[in-house]
């Protein structure tokens, strides 16, 4: 059987972008609970807001 080659340099960290970098800009590189709370928590009122508004 032969064995595969592995590249040396996979477990090398890519470079955060995006979203993550994002992230960890506005949270830190230690995200708590609350933190997560905190983020939902405009999405959570503007659904309730319109829920509200299209039953009336």
Do not use: C
Request: aromatic share 18%; no cysteine; hydrophobic share 40%.
């Amino acid at each position: 059987m032969k064995q595969i080659d592995h590249d040396p340099n996979e477990n090398v960290k890519f470079p955060d972008y995006g979203d993550r970098k994002w992230a960890k800009d506005k949270f830190g590189e230690k995200p708590t609970p609350s933190d997560l709370f905190y983020y939902l928590l405009p999405i959570a009122a503007v659904a309730v807001a319109m829920y509200l508004w299209r039953g009336y």
